[in-house]
């Protein structure tokens, strides 16, 4: 099992910051990718950033350019930096592990006000 413990979100002015952190526990040694995913109301679950145990990254077209996923892997800790962001990013924030079964964080709210 792995256990994972993301940190708050928040309320944020369009075109702010914010940083999200998600640490993992348990049976780390067998993630071979995190990441984040996110749901806005009436829509789908959708993938945000994800980062490889080799530190390939993978980003949403829509996040590409004012997102960046990081790691460090002494705190088996994700970082989502999210940048200019816009009322669309919006959402529920789900951090993300896979070995490769997938395992979810609580969720915490990003809301983005225009």
């Known amino acids: 099992q792995v256990q994972l413990v993301e940190s708050r979100g928040g309320l944020v002015q369009a075109g702010g910051s914010l940083r999200l952190s998600c640490a993992a526990s348990?049976?780390?040694?067998?993630?071979?990718?995190m990441g984040w995913y996110r749901q806005a109301p009436g829509k789908q679950r959708e993938l945000v950033a994800l980062?490889?145990?080799?530190?390939?990254?993978n980003y949403a077209d829509s996040v590409k350019g004012r997102f960046a996923i990081s790691r460090d892997r002494a705190k088996n800790t994700v970082y989502l930096q999210m940048n200019s962001l816009k009322p669309e990013d919006t959402a529920v924030y789900y951090c993300?592990?896979?070995?490769?079964?997938?395992?979810w964080g609580q969720g915490t709210q990003v809301t983005v006000s225009s």
């Open positions: 993300h592990a896979r070995n490769p079964i997938y395992y």
């Open positions: 348990g049976k780390i040694f067998s993630i071979n990718a």
């Open positions: 980062i490889t145990t080799g530190d390939m990254t």
